[in-house]
């Protein structure tokens, strides 16, 4: 079982809609990252928060918002997405310091756009 | 971006055969991970790599990290049917946070056949 805990496991909703992809760890780990993952391909980052600030934002469309409101939760805001959103959003957590630490993952949660 | 390049992208082997895959990179990177995903599941780490030339293992599995930095390999001894799945090799810059993200090569399909 994982230590990332992701919900929902499925999602699918209409192009109009606002849903929001939410993400949990107990580990202490306080740096967080969501990963886009398309069928049969690798993850791409998205975003990373250090210290509950956002430290990356991989030049993400504004109609994905992420939100870290404490050191064990981590949220992605979805609004008005479009058909190619459909994917398998990913979660993983890890130390912030110390350089190199490994990521843990979540089990994702599979997105599909209507 | 940096891109990795992973090799084989498929493997077709008997149960009891020893596995091997690797991967290449343009550009440095101070941290290798491999990565195992399952349908459905998100990726499990499986070995990290932090120094150059370093050889870790984890039971029937063996990776090291390239003494130029630019690449990384991963083998599997004995192959049984669990190791059946995606294997990810991941690099990490390391700009000294921590907190940075992942570059994934485009896996490794392993397929044990009876």
Redesign the interface.
Known sequence: D?E?T?TPKHLVMGMTNKKSLKCEQHMGH??M?W?KQKAK?????MF???YEKL??N?SVPSRFSPECPNSSLLNLHLHALQPEDSALY?C?S???????????????TRLSIL | GQQLNQSPQSMFIQEGEDVSMNCTSSSIF??W?W?KQDP??????LI?L?KAGELTSNGRLTAQFGITRKDSFLNISASIPSDVGIY?CAG?L?S????????????THLIIQP
């Open positions: 994982t990332v992701q306080r740096a990252y990963y391909k690798p993850p791409e980052l990373v928060y250090s430290s990356i991989e990913l993983a890890s130390q912030a310091t110390g350089g190199g630490q490994p990521q843990h993952f979540g089990d994702g | 101070n941290t991970l990565y459905g599941e998100g990726p499990v780490l990290a932090y990810f990490q390391d000294g946070g921590g907190a940075d993200g992942l570059t994934f090569g485009k896996g």
